[in-house]
Every structure is written in C-alpha cells, then in structure tokens.
C-alpha cells in the first residue's frame, strides 16, 4: 500500500502531468530518503517516438524520476516545505538495462549530504529486484 498517493504526491513537489513520473511513494524519511513507483504505460506519449516498434523508456526520463523521488524527501523537511528542488548536477549516469511498457520501476533515493541549500542524493532505480539504473543527483532547493 501507497504511503503517498500521486495527489499528496503534488503537495510535496510541483511537477504536474506529463511531467510528474512518479505514481506513489512507498516509503519516506523526511530528508533522508524515498521511494517511488512508476508504473511504465505502454500509453506514455513518449514510447511513439522512442523507439516505433520497439518501445524503450529513455535513460533522462529514468534520471528524472529519481530527481523527483529525491525532491520528495528533500522537500519533506520541515524547513523546505513549500519550496523546489531544482537540479543542479548528474554524476556518474549508468543504465544497466532496458525499462520497456509493463514495467513496474522501484525509485530509491537517498540524500546523504546536505549544506546549505545544496543536497546530494544517491539513486537507483530497479525493475523485479534488477537495477537498471543509478547516478549520484544535487539538488538545489530555492
């Protein structure tokens, strides 16, 4: 069962369709970490073009989840509520595996150093326990 819907999703962080690319969020330690589930469509608009005949959820979309699930728990704290997290960098970018319709991503984000306004997360992402993703994201909150 959800711990966040996708509306208390929206109450948290301002992405809106089609932009918002988390369905729910699992688990939430304010500040600390996050996880989110995408439940990848075979309706997404972006499958039309990427690839036709041969659907793949591309990698910056992935990255962009994880961005999000992090800006969830970043902006859980108490002190950033209200705010955005913007991105301010992408580190070390490794996709393992294809995310194709059907899929169910498990989003994992955990924030292990904030200074300031500044926060730095670590981020994989699983389909079926296989990870398919990881980059190390900075977030920016203003």
């Known amino acids: 069962m959800a ?3 996708n509306k208390e999703i929206m109450e948290i962080i301002p992405h809106r369709q089609p932009m918002l690319l988390i369905d729910t969020v699992e688990e939430l330690e304010p500040g600390i970490r996050a996880v989110a589930k995408k439940c990848v ?5 972006y499958f039309a073009g990427h690839f036709p ?3 793949v959820m591309p990698g910056v979309l992935i990255v962009e989840a ?3 699930t992090g800006a969830v728990a970043i902006l859980s704290r108490e002190e950033n509520k209200g705010k955005t997290a913007y991105f ?7 996709f393992k595996q294809k995310v194709l319709p059907g899929d169910v991503l498990t989003l994992e984000t955990e924030i292990v150093k904030i200074k300031g306004p500044i926060g730095v997360g670590r981020a994989e992402a699983y389909v079926e326990g296989k990870l398919v993703c990881q980059a ?3 977030f920016a909150i203003g």
């Open 41 to 45: 469509s075979a309706a997404e608009p």
């Open 66 to 68: 994880l961005a999000q």
């Open 3 to 5: 711990l966040l819907t």
């Open 88 to 94: 301010a960098g992408i580190d070390g970018a490794k």
């Open 53 to 55: 005949g041969e659907p």
């Open 136 to 138: 190390r994201l900075t």
